[in-house]
């Protein structure tokens, strides 16, 4: 009995001490939120407070968030990151599910040595063809565009990969029977293979369509004129130009139209989202 | 030779599917992709090599070989040197204290009952679905000392007043810190996905046994999440060693030179100066960093490693 309630006292303390713990934690992860959040609904003058303000006393509505949109083309920035993001993550889905498709269920001289080439493209970092890539594109006179954005990502060795993996569990008895039925070849990967790979490409998507959104390093090289900015970009430019002290407000603003639309997407397409990400963890 | 496979086929009786109609579709299908490839990824390693051995200023209409002198411009240079370091520390620093934490919290988190579970994971994992550079700007009012609330809180837990961007030390510490916080989320989902894979009866029969939390988590769990962890970490150090857009928002690479990554160093030579056949040479330094961690990484996992 003794050494029941020992254990019992043991037991309490480590939960508590658990909890404690993830207690701080999620405070720890959800306050630079709730400060952008707050920040963005103070007066200018609360911002330099001392002590700092928590709760804003004298909240101005909306008025930064429209404040913001007068000083830097925000909607032009999101439009840009939009379509640069779609158009990569529909190139990228199609090119990568057709590839894979192949890759999975087609035998030929020379697959296996293609696969890996294009596997060892992953462990290229992005740095070393950074130049080249820009140097390409400056001969082109194709920078400073939105194509400059989209055509270096049309196709992902990653997602060859992740497809090619999850295609092969697909029995191949159907592309057999879609032969007998008169399919062509690409009808199959059309209409049989792709229906099919419902999870495979929507987490694919996701991860795609984050990576797209939030690029930085080939936009501030790639582009120049604003009006061609991505929203990481044209954040960052309103952060350096404005002399952050005393623009906090609206910059915590714009932080927050940056930052509100994708979570709400995170948050509907969390699960998928997860699992996506640990597909890349685990070996089939 | 065509090899003719017969079909029955339907109203229109006999159809042949030719080996030549599945090749054309590969050669099709394949073509674009690889050309892209080809074009976008494999050339520019090799434009890269040749880029990094030529005097290449982007003002300067000539390019030519100048003997492996932007190498040894590259180990000769301290600043070259200061980066190499401060990428390194970064990469210790943040993978390893990453790893930890997330190795903690996964057996933390995994161990609780909806909807807690799904909650605590959906907060840790919200840093890393916010936007680099927007949430990096937060950080950056945060860390300031003018406008920032982290120094009156500190005080509450007796912690001095810190110059967080402004003081060389701090200001590592605050990226680091930052890293930290952003990246958590990835290294806890992957984390506790490998801790789905460990058989409960294993963890109920040490129980049985008379094993506590802490045993089971250091004799059980730790050594079945081994390969798990190993790919966290050569994953993170791989990512770790470009890290950019932070340093660049929050830092620039300052104060002077103290938080100054490599490829930091590698954009300013290529485009603030355009020296582009020094940054070449740089970035082909890193690659060859990252290789060498891959490969490394490969061999050690080629018994798991599946074709």
Known sequence: MQVNVIRNQGETLSKLLKWGFLLIIAIIMLFPFYWAFITSFKPQAEVVAKPPIFFPKNPVGLANYKEVFSRIPLVTYYKNSLIVAAAVTVAKLFSSSLAGYIFAKYKFPGSRFLFILILTTMMIPFQVIAIPVYLLFNEFQLLDSLWALIVPNLVSAFGIFLMRQFIISIPTELMDAARIDGCSEFGIYWRIVLPQCGPALSALGILVFMHSWDDFFWPILALETKGNFTLPFGLHTFGAFTGFTYYTHLLMAAAVLSIVPVLIFFLFAQRQFIEGMTMTGLKG | ?307
Request: aromatic share 14%; no cysteine; net charge positive.
């Open chain 2, 1 to 307: 030779m065509r090899k003719l496979s017969l079909i029955p086929g339907t109203w229109n009786n006999w159809r042949i599917t030719t080996q030549s109609q599945k090749t054309l579709f590969i050669l099709m299908s394949l073509f674009p992709v690889l050309a892209l490839f080809i074009l976008f990824t494999i050339y520019p390693v090799f434009r890269a090599l040749d880029v990094s051995l030529r005097d290449w200023n982007l003002i300067e209409k000539v390019h030519p070989y100048n003997d492996f002198a932007n190498y040894t411009w590259a180990f000769k240079d301290d600043t070259f040197w200061i980066s190499m370091k401060n990428t390194i520390i970064f990469t210790i620093a943040h993978v390893s204290i990453t790893t930890l934490m997330g190795l903690i919290l996964a057996v933390f988190i995994f161990s609780l009952k909806q909807p807690w579970k799904g909650l605590m994971t959906t907060i840790v994992f919200l840093p890393v679905m916010t936007s680099l550079i927007a949430i990096s700007l937060v950080f950056r009012d945060l860390f300031s000392t003018v406008t920032g609330p982290l120094n009156y809180l500190f005080r509450f837990v007796g912690l001095g007043p810190y110059n967080y961007l402004g003081d060389g030390t701090t200001a590592m510490v605050s990226l680091i810190g930052f890293t930290v916080w952003k990246g958590l989320g990835i290294y806890v989902v992957i984390l506790m996905a490998g801790l789905t894979t460990i058989p409960r009866e294993l963890l109920e029969a040490a129980s049985i046994d008379g094993a506590s939390e802490f045993q089971s988590f250091l004799k059980i769990k730790v050594p079945l999440l081994v390969p798990t962890l190993i790919y966290v970490i050569v994953t993170g150090t791989i990512s770790s060693l470009q890290v950019f857009g932070q340093i660049f928002v929050l830092t620039g690479g300052g104060p002077g030179t103290a938080t100054r990554t490599l490829v930091i160093h590698l954009y300013e030579h290529g485009f603030q100066f355009f020296e582009m056949g020094r940054a070449s040479a740089v970035a082909f330094i890193l690659f060859v960093l990252i290789m060498i961690i891959t490969i490394i990484y490969l061999r050690f996992m080629r018994e798991q490693f599946e074709y």
